[in-house]
């Protein structure tokens, strides 16, 4: 038997990556749909197309309704690296709504949610105690090493371990994914609604008779509204859930039908932000807050892992400058969270990334390593105020 080269893996350690690899892909591809669901990877049809299902819990909040808007009374949960609960928080920090609403937030490893059930393979959003700093978590497959970072709450509410245990409580009312945003209201103990594109037009309408929120800023104004509409009916389908559909497609005929759209569609954004100094003119709206938290995550993370890589945003200039000015205001910047972000994308699906290695980016560069930080590209100034603007 011919020696093995020197920093060679020993064949044991062979055989264990082997074993924890075909385990992982075990649980997540080989256990049957409603044991595994409750995920975004479980959402492909006969093709390989990755179809993103409805969000099951669907109230609002308003004036005289079942949940009226009050201070205190509600909880939004949240993933800081999720783009559809990050437009949560960019609507409440905008509105100035964060003393009124509590936020709860998980850590970005998904982790196995019934550890102690070899035959339930879910992995999912899970609490820590952002007071235990020797915390160390692995992937669901059971590599690398991940650490206590910013932004991570206890669940202050319930006292659960898991997003999936506060979906459990809701008895008689079964949703297909454990997904964050959650609006809980306390005084019921209640999942108000679980659906981002609605959370975000509660918060920006119904609680301006609180103290303190910012009654001014509408991000749906009556005047822009057919165009937002129309704006959000092209870029959620080929941008928001675009990046998506080609990162989770299951055959290349998929991958390649969403990566054409996708890049049609950044392209036309580009042109559409030569012209104005917001995607849907002079003011900013909700599509903007749509757009900006796929963006925002594009070149660290899609680009690479979802191989979005036709382009990266720091090629498309106007959108580059958009970027810019909107994560410049601090309202914004609090939703986003790269530590967060990169940590979650790259540890949390072992079947795109067994061993959860999480790319070092710019800010690995000699030049940027005393700075250590992402986000340098988008603190520069913006140049946008060549245009009017309300």
């Known amino acids: 038997m011919s020696a093995t080269k020197p920093g060679s893996p020993r064949p044991e350690e062979v055989i264990v990556a082997l074993q924890r690899q075909l385990a992982a892909c075990q649980r997540q591809n080989n256990t049957k749909a409603e044991d595994f669901?409750?995920?975004?990877l479980s959402q492909n049809d006969k093709k390989?197309?990755?179809?993103?299902?409805?969000?099951?819990?669907?109230?609002?909040?308003?004036?005289?309704?079942?949940?009226?808007?009050?201070?205190?009374?509600?909880?939004?949960?949240v993933s800081y690296a999720c783009p559809w609960a990050s437009r949560c928080l960019a609507v409440l920090h905008l509105k100035g709504l964060a003393k009124h609403i509590e936020v709860c937030s998980v850590h970005p490893t998904w982790q196995r949610t019934r550890p102690a059930?070899?035959?339930?393979?879910?992995?999912?959003w899970v609490f820590v105690d952002p007071d235990k700093k020797d915390l160390e978590l692995h992937n669901s497959a059971g590599w690398g090493k991940y650490g206590v970072g910013s932004n991570l709450t206890k669940d202050t509410?319930?006292?659960?371990?898991?997003?999936?245990?506060?979906?459990?409580?809701?008895?008689?009312?079964?949703?297909?994914?454990?997904?964050?945003?959650?609006f809980w209201d306390k005084k019921?103990?209640?999942?108000?609604?679980?659906?981002?594109?609605?959370?975000?037009?509660?918060?920006?309408?119904?609680?301006?008779?609180?103290?303190?929120?910012?009654?001014?800023?509408?991000?749906?104004?009556?005047?822009?509204?057919?165009?937002?509409?129309?704006?959000?009916?092209?870029?959620?389908?080929?941008?928001?859930?675009?990046?998506?559909?080609?990162?989770?497609?299951?055959?290349?005929?998929?991958?390649?039908?969403?990566?054409?759209?996708?890049?049609?569609?950044?392209?036309?954004v580009d042109d559409i932000?030569?012209?104005?100094?917001?995607?849907?003119?002079?003011?900013?709206?909700m599509a903007d807050i749509r757009l900006f938290v796929t963006i925002i995550r594009f070149d660290e993370v899609y680009a690479v892992y979802f191989k979005t890589n036709g382009k990266l945003i720091r090629e498309y200039p106007n959108i580059l400058?958009?970027?810019?000015?909107?994560?410049?205001?601090?309202?914004?910047?609090?939703?986003?969270?790269?530590?967060?972000?990169?940590?979650?994308?790259?540890?949390?699906?072992?079947?795109?990334?067994?061993?959860?290695?999480?790319?070092?980016?710019?800010?690995?560069?000699?030049?940027?390593?005393?700075?250590?930080?992402?986000?340098?590209?988008?603190?520069?100034?913006?140049?946008?105020?060549?245009f009017a603007s309300k």
């Open 321 to 386: 400058g958009w970027t810019r000015e909107l994560y410049q205001m601090q309202p914004i910047q609090k939703s986003v969270d790269f530590w967060h972000i990169k940590t979650h994308y790259y540890t949390s699906h072992p079947n795109l990334n067994l061993y959860g290695v999480v790319p070092m980016g710019p800010r690995g560069l000699k030049a940027n390593r005393k700075r250590n930080r992402v986000d340098d590209i988008f603190l520069v100034p913006h140049g946008r105020e060549k």
């Open 188 to 268: 019921t103990n209640y999942i108000v609604c679980n659906e981002s594109s609605i959370i975000i037009e509660f918060l920006n309408s119904e609680f301006n008779d609180l103290e303190g929120v910012n009654k001014s800023l509408d991000l749906s104004p009556s005047h822009l509204q057919a165009k937002v509409d129309e704006t959000n009916a092209w870029v959620y389908p080929t941008i928001n859930n675009g990046v998506y559909r080609c990162g989770f497609a299951k055959s290349q005929e998929a991958y390649e039908e969403a990566f054409y759209q996708l890049f049609d569609s950044l392209d036309r």
């Open 48 to 77: 390989g197309a990755f179809k993103r299902k409805d969000a099951v819990f669907r109230e609002k909040v308003e004036k005289n309704g079942k949940f009226p808007p009050e201070s205190g009374r509600y909880v939004l949960y």
């Open 117 to 124: 059930d070899a035959s339930d393979a879910h992995a999912g």
């Open 157 to 182: 509410v319930n006292n659960l371990p898991t997003i999936r245990d506060v979906y459990e409580t809701q008895k008689g009312k079964s949703t297909h994914t454990f997904s964050v945003p959650v």
């Open 37 to 40: 669901g409750k995920s975004s």
């Open 273 to 285: 932000l030569s012209k104005s100094r917001y995607i849907c003119g002079d003011q900013l709206t």
